[in-house]
């Protein structure tokens, strides 16, 4: 296993040498973040990050992520130079030393949540979905109002892309997926690098837009449409745990056995029986999910791949990013540092 920080660029409030005294910390999860879906990423810019931290002796070895243009998503005419893009940029930060890419394949819009820091019993903030305040919402007609949005998008462009979804379908979306992969995975092979998908968050469809990475039945379609390592899986244990139906470590148990997880987002949640669910601390105890069986998992299965706490709550007076400070992620690696050497020790006995 691999540790690993997500880390903004010099946006992010938190300074590489501060993740880099998180014990046991090695790589940095980053990304171009100047640069739009579809075009290629300069590699004096991914040369300028890797240095950056490298030189907080720390390892940069993720990208999280390279987003896939709409126009492949949707199968549009132009889809196909917006993949010659895609392979360049999978071969230039190969270059740098990358060996994991994390992106998705959500339409439109990636995580959805209903409130960005909604306050604790306890007087930390995490981000929340509750399904009352999501139903009543319209992103076609209200503007969009969901925290976490792009909301670059204008409400015409929006239409569209809603039209061109509704047209396509389930099955059509799957069709472009299938096109994507054939296309990238044979570069990621050459290249020696994970391509490695975010299951939809939460995994369920929104509003009325199609959703295909939210199951192991979708996990299990997905890794046949090309039977290689370098097509692999981001298993985020928040997005696939916050749906009661998603048995978490049973999949993990399972697609690590098929070495066909190259990235874990670990992370908990509380979940409701109406779908509704609030992140929480890493801790079992906090949430829905046993944290310790998913390490297990891992660890019974021989898991060499990256690990990263995923979404922190915000604590001790701590203000940024939602989802991303450094307090409540730290204190997430601590925890599952703490179950892997756990796991490992009982393991070798
Ligand atoms: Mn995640």
């Not at 075009?39 to 810019?45: A, D, L």
């Not at 066909?260 to 079992?284: C, P």
Request: glycine share 8%; with cysteine; net charge negative.
């Amino acid at each position: 296993m691999k540790m690993s920080f997500r880390w903004y660029g010099d946006a992010d409030p938190i300074p590489l040498e501060y993740i880099r005294q998180i014990p046991g910390m090695r790589s940095i999860v980053a990304a171009v973040y100047d640069v739009k879906p579809g075009e290629v990423w300069p590699q004096e810019s991914i040369d300028a990050l890797k240095k950056k931290v490298e030189d907080a002796g720390l390892v940069f070895d993720v990208v999280e992520s390279i987003p896939v243009h709409e126009d492949i998503k949707l199968g549009r005419p132009t889809r196909d130079e917006y993949i010659e893009v895609y392979k360049e940029n999978i071969r230039r930060v190969a270059r740098a030393g990358v060996k994991c890419i994390c992106y998705n394949f959500m339409p439109v819009f990636d995580w959805t949540r209903t409130q960005l820091d909604k306050t604790a019993d306890d007087g930390s903030t995490s981000l929340v979905m509750y399904m009352d305040q999501l139903q009543s919402l319209d992103p076609l007609n209200d503007g969009l109002s969901l925290p976490g949005w792009d909301s670059s998008y204008q409400k015409a462009e929006l239409k569209r892309l809603f039209e061109g979804y509704a047209e396509i379908g389930t099955e059509g979306l799957w069709d472009s997926l299938t096109y994507f992969l054939k296309a990238i995975i044979p570069v990621a092979e050459q290249e020696d690098v994970r391509m490695a998908i975010h299951p939809d968050d939460p995994p369920m469809p929104i509003f009325g837009l199609p959703r295909i990475i939210s199951n192991a039945t979708d996990l299990d379609r997905f890794l046949a449409i090309v039977d290689s390592p370098a097509n692999s899986l981001t298993l985020c244990t928040g997005s696939l745990g916050s749906s009661l139906g998603n048995d978490v470590p049973t999949m993990v148990r399972k697609y690590s056995g098929m070495n066909r997880i190259g990235f874990m987002h670990m992370r908990n949640v509380k979940d409701y029986e109406d779908g509704s669910f609030e992140e929480v601390a890493h801790l079992s105890s906090a949430g829905s999910l046993d944290m310790y069986e998913i390490t297990k998992a891992l660890v019974e299965t021989g898991f060499d791949g990256y690990v990263r706490p995923d979404h922190g709550r915000m604590i001790w007076g701590e203000t940024g990013k939602p989802g991303y400070g450094l307090y409540d992620r730290a204190l997430g690696a601590a925890y599952l540092n703490g179950l892997f050497e756990a796991c490992e020790k009982e393991m070798k006995k």
